[in-house]
Antibody, heavy 120, light 107 residues
Framework: EVQLLESGGGLVQPGGSLRLSCAAS????????MSWVRQAPGKGLEWVSG????????YYADSVKGRFTISRDDSKNTLFLQMNSLRVEDTAVYYC?????????????WGQGTLVTVSS | DIQMTQSPSSLSASVGDRVTITCQAS??????LNWYQQKPGKAPNLLIF???NLETGVPSRFSGSGSGTHFSFTISSLQPEDIATYYC?????????FGGGTKVEIK
């Protein structure tokens, strides 16, 4: 059974940093691309970033480009999202999601999410 | 970026009713479209991939159709457990983009 468990969310001041983690199990992690998708309170879904199998290719939404960095540690079956220069509008539940292939694309399994609140 | 226009934004229907949601892409996306269900307080769940393919384990009352720029998602007989918000997502181009969602309620 595919399981994705996010951690690292919390309250941070504007301009601050957070690092999200996603521990994966139930599938061969290194063989699949992974993504982060977020959802602001009461709003819809927004794709944030994706990383290919092997980590050689990464993509970002324009809203986070230059501030967020996606990475993965295949030896630990873990996906990361380093978030710097956080803004109030980054407040959201952040979901880790598995892609069904080696390339960045849509998601077939999602974690339960971790809440990031950016506020002074 | 490809814009996905989903309608209606909400609907109320009776148990057993046929429910249809539409999604229009701002450019041709072939059939690179997924449909997700999100129940309150839960993560999204993939129902339909590649516009019309039912994900394993998803009840057959759910279906999808369309290609190019116009797509539809249908629940053939609405059940109480189908109360949720439904989203379309295109994956023809990055960034991946979602429709605004359709909240389905029971009348």
């Amino acid at each position: 059974e595919v399981q994705l468990l996010e951690s690292g969310g919390g309250l941070v001041q504007p301009g601050g940093s957070l690092r999200l983690s996603c521990a994966a199990s139930g599938f061969t992690f290194r063989n699949y691309a992974m993504s982060w998708v977020r959802q602001a309170p009461g709003k819809g879904l927004e794709w944030v970033s994706g990383i290919s199998s092997g980590g050689g290719v990464t993509y970002y939404a324009d809203s986070v480009k230059g501030r967020f960095t996606i990475s993965r540690d295949d030896s630990k079956n873990t996906l990361f999202l380093q978030m710097n220069s956080l803004r109030v509008e980054d407040t959201a539940v952040y979901y880790c999601a598995k892609n069904p292939s080696v390339s960045v694309g849509p998601s077939d399994y999602w974690g339960q999410g971790t809440l990031v609140t950016v506020s002074s | 970026d490809i814009q996905m226009t989903q309608s209606p934004s909400s609907l109320s229907a009776s148990v057993g009713d046929r429910v249809t949601i539409t999604c229009q892409a701002s450019q041709d996306i072939s059939n690179y479209l997924n449909w997700y269900q999100q129940k309150p307080g839960k993560a999204p769940n993939l129902l339909i991939f590649h516009a019309s393919n039912l994900e394993t384990g998803v009840p057959s009352r759910f279906s999808g159709s369309g290609s190019g720029t116009h797509f539809s998602f249908t629940i053939s007989s609405l059940q109480p457990e189908d109360i949720a918000t439904y989203y379309c997502q295109q994956y023809d181009n990055l960034p991946l983009t979602f429709g605004g969602g359709t909240k389905v309620e029971i009348k």
